[in-house]
C-alpha cells in the first residue's frame, strides 16, 4: 500500500510539475503574440512611413524647372489649342492633366456645360504661342508654382487676333501618374497687346 501511496504521490508531483510547465509555456506564448502583434503594428507604421518618405524622395527628384516646365506646357497647349467646330473647348482636353479642383476652376459652372460643334461661322480655333513665357518656383518635394505668360492667337472668321494672359498655376506632383499636374489655376486680367492691363 506504502508503494501505492508512493505512485500516487510521485504521479501527483508529476502532473502537477507538468501543469507548472505547460502553465509557463502558455504564457511565453502568450507573450511572444503580444511582442508579435507590437512588431506587427510598428513595422507597418514604418512602412507608411517609409512609403510617404519615398514618395517625398520621388518627387524632390522631379522637382526640376524643366520637368514641371514640360508638365505645365503640356497642360497650357490642351488649355489653349482648340477648335470649336471640332467640339473642343478649353476645358475638353484636359483630363489626366489637373485636379477636381482646378477642374472646377477651369469648366464653365452647371450641367450645361457642354462642348458641341459649332457651325463655321461660329468657329474659334485658339492656338497657344511658342513664344509663351514660364517662371518656375519650386515650394516644396511635392508643389511648384508656376507664373505664366501666355501668348494665344484666336481666329474668328478668319479674323486673327493675338491675346496675353497672366496665369499664376500651382502644380503638385502625381506619383502615380509620374508627373505633375495643375492643381489651382488664378487667370489675371488680360494684356494688352504692348504687355499692360490697362
Same mark, same amino acid.
Not at 17 to 37: I, N, P
Not at 101 to 125: H, N, R
Given at each position: 500500500?506504502?508503494?501505492? =501511496?508512493?505512485?500516487?504521490?510521485?504521479?501527483?508531483?508529476?502532473?502537477?510539475?507538468?501543469?507548472?510547465?505547460?502553465?509557463?509555456?502558455?504564457?511565453?506564448?502568450? $507573450?511572444?503574440?503580444?511582442?508579435?502583434?507590437? /512588431?506587427?503594428?510598428?513595422?507597418?507604421?514604418?512602412?507608411?512611413?517609409? $512609403?510617404?518618405? =519615398?514618395?517625398?524622395?520621388?518627387?524632390?527628384?522631379?522637382?526640376?524647372?524643366?520637368?514641371? +516646365?514640360? $508638365?505645365?506646357?503640356?497642360?497650357?497647349?490642351?488649355? %489653349?489649342? %482648340?477648335?470649336?467646330?471640332?467640339?473642343?473647348?478649353?476645358?475638353?482636353?484636359?483630363?489626366?492633366?489637373?485636379? &477636381?479642383?482646378?477642374?472646377?476652376?477651369?469648366?464653365?459652372?452647371?450641367? $450645361?456645360?457642354?462642348?458641341?460643334?459649332? #457651325?463655321?461661322?461660329?468657329?474659334?480655333?485658339?492656338? =497657344?504661342?511658342? +513664344?509663351?513665357?514660364?517662371?518656375?518656383?519650386?515650394? @516644396? @518635394?511635392?508643389?511648384?508654382?508656376?507664373?505664366?505668360?501666355?501668348?494665344?492667337?484666336?481666329?474668328?472668321?478668319?479674323?486673327?487676333?493675338?491675346?496675353?494672359?497672366?496665369?499664376? !498655376?500651382?502644380?503638385?506632383? &502625381?506619383?502615380? +501618374?509620374?508627373?505633375? !499636374?495643375?492643381? &489651382?489655376?488664378? /487667370?489675371?486680367?488680360?494684356?494688352? @497687346?504692348?504687355? %499692360?492691363? #490697362?
Amino acid at each position: 500500500m506504502r508503494k501505492l =501511496l508512493i505512485t500516487v504521490i510521485v504521479l501527483a508531483m508529476c502532473l502537477l510539475g507538468t501543469g507548472a510547465f505547460a502553465s509557463t509555456q502558455l504564457t511565453k506564448v502568450d $507573450d511572444y503574440e503580444k511582442k508579435y502583434e507590437t /512588431i506587427k503594428r510598428e513595422k507597418e507604421g514604418l512602412q507608411k512611413d517609409n $512609403d510617404k518618405l =519615398l514618395k517625398q524622395l520621388v518627387a524632390q527628384q522631379n522637382n526640376q524647372e524643366t520637368k514641371v +516646365k514640360k $508638365d505645365t506646357e503640356t497642360f497650357l497647349r490642351a488649355l %489653349y489649342d %482648340y477648335d470649336t467646330s471640332k467640339g473642343e473647348r478649353s476645358w475638353t482636353n484636359l483630363d489626366g492633366l489637373v485636379t &477636381d479642383k482646378a477642374m472646377e476652376m477651369l469648366k464653365p459652372p452647371g450641367p $450645361d456645360a457642354k462642348a458641341e460643334k459649332t #457651325s463655321p461661322e461660329t468657329t474659334v480655333v485658339s492656338e =497657344l504661342l511658342p +513664344k509663351t513665357l514660364l517662371y518656375y518656383t519650386p515650394v @516644396s @518635394s511635392d508643389k511648384a508654382n508656376v507664373f505664366v505668360r501666355a501668348y494665344q492667337t484666336l481666329d474668328v472668321n478668319n479674323v486673327k487676333t493675338e491675346n496675353q494672359t497672366l496665369l499664376d !498655376i500651382q502644380l503638385i506632383y &502625381d506619383a502615380k +501618374k509620374e508627373k505633375w !499636374i495643375v492643381d &489651382d489655376v488664378k /487667370i489675371q486680367e488680360a494684356l494688352k @497687346s504692348e504687355g %499692360y492691363v #490697362s
